[in-house]
Every structure is written in structure tokens, then in C-alpha cells.
């Protein structure tokens, strides 16, 4: 069955970086996009972008310039997701999700993320 | 960015009656290729979203099918024939016809 696992929680600091994990399994990992999403607390998700595993190819959301860096590594089929120079209002939960023609239709528990001086 | 407003956003339903939930999109959701790429995801509390149906009307796997989604163009309609406890959570329509994906805002669920 797919699954697709995230690290666990982040407590950082304004101005750091922090880089989270998802590991997927029971299906082929290079097959599918990955995509970020995020939910700020008690608020609604927000699409964060995707990555080809495959080709590492990758596609952000216009809101996050030059903060967000998708990438992979087939050989132990994990996604990474690392936001940079982090802010009080990148408080959130970050959620992976596997895309199949276009449709987000497995997601992983989320990782929550506390930036806080 | 096409904006997707969903209403109500709050919905007391009485369990085994219906709920519907309605998603308008700022632009047409039909894709060059045909399909209209709008979905539905669930969002129990304290659980990530879980796809429902995806391409309007079609329920994903494992979901009952007391849920139904319907609609064209750019409005949309997920309904619950018979809402049941385990239902309780937020619900979002998402479309990813156009580049940006983008979600409405939620719509709670929640028993009288």
C-alpha cells in the first residue's frame, strides 16, 4: 500500500532553515510527482509546489522566491523540502503529497514546523 | 491565481441527513485535454487531507459512497446523502486545471 512517511517535528528559529523529509513506499517513487502543501494553524492549505523524481525537475509556488528548495534522492525514494530565512508566519504543517494525473490522491501525516525566537 | 470560494463555510448537519457543500471557481475548470481537474479532500481533526473524489465526480478508493461530487465549468457540488460521525472535519475543493493549484478556503462540518 502507499505510504508516504514524514520527519518528525522542527522548532527553529526566525531566519534559519529548516529541510523536511518524505519517504514514500509501495509504489515506484520516480513514477509519480511529489507535491508540498502547507497549513498555517487553524487555516487552510496552501500549494507549496512539486518535484519530477524522476528528473528532479521542480515547479514553486510564486510566493515563496528563492526560499523553497525541492529535492530527492531516488536511492532511498525520499523527497525533501527545505524553506529558507524562515519567518513567524512559516508556522505550519507541512504535508507532502503524491500527484497521479493531477490529483493529490496520497499524502503523508504532515511535520509540523514552529518558528520562534 | 483562479480563486476558489466554497459556501457555506460552516455547516450543522443532524447525523443521517444530507450536507452539500458548493465550490465556485473564478475561471472555466475544463482542461485543454478534456478533463476538469477539480477535487475534493477530507480533513478529519488532527488528520492530514484524504482525497475523496477527484475529476468532479468520481470516488476514490475506499471512500463510501454517500459521497457524491457533481457539477461543470466552474460550479461544483459535493454532497453527503446520509452524514454520519465519522464525518466531522473540514472539507476543500481544490483545482489543478491552471497552474497555480489552489484550494477554497474549507467548509466544517460538524453535528447539530
Known amino acids: 500500500q502507499v505510504q508516504l512517511v514524514q520527519s518528525g517535528a522542527e522548532v527553529k528559529k526566525p531566519g534559519a532553515s529548516v529541510k523536511v523529509s518524505c519517504k514514500a513506499s509501495g509504489y515506484t517513487f520516480t513514477g509519480y510527482y511529489m507535491h508540498w502543501v502547507r497549513q498555517a494553524p487553524g487555516q487552510g492549505l496552501e500549494w507549496m509546489g512539486w518535484i519530477n523524481p524522476n528528473s528532479g525537475d521542480t515547479n514553486y509556488a510564486q510566493k515563496f522566491p528563492g526560499r523553497v528548495t525541492m529535492t530527492r534522492d531516488t536511492s532511498i525514494s525520499t523527497a525533501y523540502m527545505e524553506l529558507s530565512i524562515l519567518r513567524s508566519d512559516d508556522t505550519a504543517v507541512y504535508y507532502c503529497a503524491r500527484e497521479k494525473d493531477l490529483d493529490l490522491d496520497y499524502w503523508g501525516q504532515g511535520t509540523l514546523v514552529t518558528v520562534s525566537s | 491565481d483562479i480563486v476558489m470560494t466554497q459556501t457555506p463555510l460552516s455547516s450543522p448537519v443532524t447525523l443521517g441527513q444530507p450536507a452539500s457543500i458548493s465550490c465556485r471557481s473564478s475561471q472555466s475548470l475544463v482542461h485543454s485535454d478534456g478533463n476538469t481537474y477539480l477535487s475534493w479532500l477530507q480533513q478529519r481533526p488532527g488528520q492530514p487531507p484524504r482525497l475523496l473524489i477527484y475529476?468532479?465526480?468520481n470516488r476514490f478508493s475506499g471512500v463510501p459512497d454517500r459521497f457524491s461530487g457533481s457539477g461543470a465549468g466552474t460550479d461544483f457540488t459535493l454532497k453527503i446523502s446520509r452524514v454520519e460521525a465519522e464525518d466531522v472535519g473540514f472539507y476543500y475543493c481544490m483545482q489543478a486545471t491552471q497552474f497555480p493549484q489552489t484550494f477554497g478556503q474549507g467548509t466544517k462540518v460538524e453535528i447539530k
Open positions: 475529476k468532479i465526480s
